[in-house]
């Protein structure tokens, strides 16, 4: 009899995780004050960084990843203060979205980058040339990825 419970019990936690989806969002980093290589964000894009908290209001993100440049920290820490979560730098030649999804499984993410990484990133894990770079002087696009059961969703969500 013991022994029947253990085997429904593991049946059971791993019915869990096989439901559990995990969220990755991507976002460009906010308007830059100049052309600088490590700027900090203009008026307009401190503004958009606080919208982006108001818009994450009510949802959970357990993890938040940025490059180490300003303007990509300063985009995603108000999101992260709202939340009480530490920001996690990343090396954007580095970031593997396929082997981040398989050790966070059933979590959310959030990944701020630059127009050039988050396209790319989100091609090589679809394995296909679906996104292009952003336009320089566009802000605002939500990059939504979705893996339940091993299938992936994504959709692009523009101002």
């Not at 969220?23 to 900090?40: F, G, V």
Request: aromatic share 8%.
């Amino acid at each position: 009899m013991k022994k029947i419970c253990i085997i429904l019990m593991g049946l059971f936690f791993q019915s869990m995780n096989a439901q559990s989806e995990t969220t990755i969002y991507l976002i460009r980093h906010a308007e830059k004050a100049d052309s600088s290589p490590n700027t900090a964000l203009s008026a307009e894009g401190k503004e958009r960084a606080e919208n982006w908290a108001i818009f994450f209001k009510d949802t959970p993100i357990d993890f938040f990843y940025s490059t180490s440049y300003l303007r990509t920290e300063s985009t995603c820490l108000p999101i992260a203060v709202s939340k009480q979560k530490q920001i996690i730098s990343y090396n954007p030649k580095e970031i593997n979205l396929k082997k981040m999804i398989a050790e966070n499984q059933g979590k959310t993410i959030l990944i701020v980058g630059h127009s050039n990484t988050i396209p790319k990133h989100i091609n090589q894990l679809l394995d296909e040339e679906k996104y292009p770079e952003i336009p320089e002087s566009e802000f605002g696009n939500l990059y939504t990825i979705k893996i339940k059961n091993g299938v992936i969703s994504h959709t692009l969500t523009k101002p």
